[in-house]
T-cell receptor, first 114, second 112 residues
Framework: DAGVIQSPRHEVTEMGQEVTLRCKPISGHDYLFWYRQTMMRGLELLIY????????DSGMPEDRFSAKMPNASFSTLKIQPSEPRDSAVYFC????????????FGNGTRLTVT | DAKTTQPNSMESNEEEPVHLPCNHSTISGTDYIHWYRQLPSQGPEYVIH???SNVNNRMASLAIAEDRKSSTLILHRATLRDAAVYYCIRVNYGGSQGNLIFGKGTKLSVKP
């Protein structure tokens, strides 16, 4: 298995632009997570899905952030409009049984908003 | 709030054992202890987890105190590749299945 695949690896954009991050989970995993990591705040859980349904989005910072999972093999995290404070590394992870089983993380997308 | 307490940083010499402590004094009966680590420029990776008894796998051992208020992750022979941030996390098996909350972890440095 190729593991969790995220794209792009790096994204540089200007303030106000729309940014879309993509994630392909491990086949057969029913849970998908989006995390954000910054030096100041560490790893933060943004949202997670179970069977393509968003279960808890309380970590999404504001309405500029949205996440979708149209099918079991694909998820997106969108930021519109982007701001410099959104600069961070965004990780996607998947698992069989939520946090009860090991989460498998992708290599992340490093987002820089200028 | 499922918190744990870990030292900010630790140092080890290559090929020596490393004991990474974690305090979880308010742990409940349905909380498991999970450990993850994050190598530089990578996403976190699962290491090990346990409930009451000690656990071993190919990566590490987990020693859980009898009162479950603390635990220790043991790397039997540290290598340079083990330099990473190690996270000790309480996971409540009776609650939300998405509740994997990372703290600040322990940054382990390994000297050759």
């Amino acid at each position: 298995d190729a593991g969790v695949i995220q794209s792009p690896r790096h994204e540089v954009t200007e303030m106000g632009q729309e940014v879309t991050l993509r994630c392909k989970p491990i086949s057969g995993h029913d849970y998908l997570f989006w995390y954000r990591q910054t030096m100041m705040r560490g790893l933060e859980l943004l949202i997670y899905f179970n069977n393509n349904v968003p279960i808890d989005d309380s970590g999404m910072p504001e309405d500029r952030f949205s996440a979708k999972m149209p099918n079991a093999s694909f998820s997106t995290l969108k930021i519109q409009p982007s701001e410099p404070r959104d600069s961070a590394v965004y990780f996607c992870a998947s698992s069989l049984r939520g946090a009860l089983s090991p989460l498998h993380f992708g290599n992340g997308t490093r987002l820089t908003v200028t | 709030d499922a918190k744990t307490t870990q030292p900010n940083s630790m140092e080890s010499n290559e090929e020596e054992p490393v004991h990474l402590p974690c305090n979880h004094s308010t742990i409940s009966g349905t909380d498991y202890i999970h450990w993850y680590r994050q190598l530089p420029s990578q996403g976190p990776e699962y290491v090990i987890h346990g409930l009451t008894s000690n656990v071993n796998n190919r990566m590490a051992s987990l020693a859980i105190a009898e009162d479950r208020k603390s635990s220790t992750l043991i790397l039997h022979r540290a290598t340079l590749r083990d330099a990473a941030v190690y996270y000790c996390i309480r996971v409540n098996y009776g609650g939300s299945q998405g509740n994997l909350i990372f703290g600040k972890g322990t940054k382990l440095s390994v000297k050759p």
